[in-house]
Nanobody, 115 residues
Framework: QVQLVESGGGLVQPGGSLRLSCAAS????????MGWYRQAPGKQRELVAA???????NYVDSVKGRFTISRDNAKNTVTLQMNSLKPEDTAVYYC?????????WGQGTQVTVSS
């Protein structure tokens, strides 16, 4: 079993920055990929960014050039640096990983971009 705990959400003005962190515990030696998803009101949850153990990353087109995902394998953390935030980035952001075919989710952290 894997536990994921997110932190770092909040309210920010358009153009601002936030940094989300996710700490993993449990069967962390089995973790390959970790990702950040988000879900806005009335919308489906979408994958924002993913990072693999070797360091390869994927991003949804809407955040490319603005968001950066990184991981510290020694500390078992994954971070999402979000710059140039837009109102459409407003959502609950969730940390995710899959171990042994089972998906694990954090509790979610709210990100609100508004003036």
């Amino acid at each position: 079993q894997v536990q994921l705990v997110e932190s770092g959400g909040g309210l920010v003005q358009p153009g601002g920055s936030l940094r989300l962190s996710c700490a993993a515990s449990g069967r962390i030696f089995s973790i390959n990929a970790m990702g950040w998803y988000r879900q806005a009101p009335g919308k489906q949850r979408e994958l924002v960014a993913a990072i693999f153990r070797g360091g390869n990353t994927n991003y949804v087109d809407s955040v490319k050039g603005r968001f950066t995902i990184s991981r510290d394998n020694a500390k078992n953390t994954v971070t999402l640096q979000m710059n140039s935030l837009k109102p459409e980035d407003t959502a609950v952001y969730y940390c995710n990983t899959v171990v042994g075919g089972i998906g694990y989710w954090g509790q979610g952290t709210q990100v609100t971009v508004s003036s």
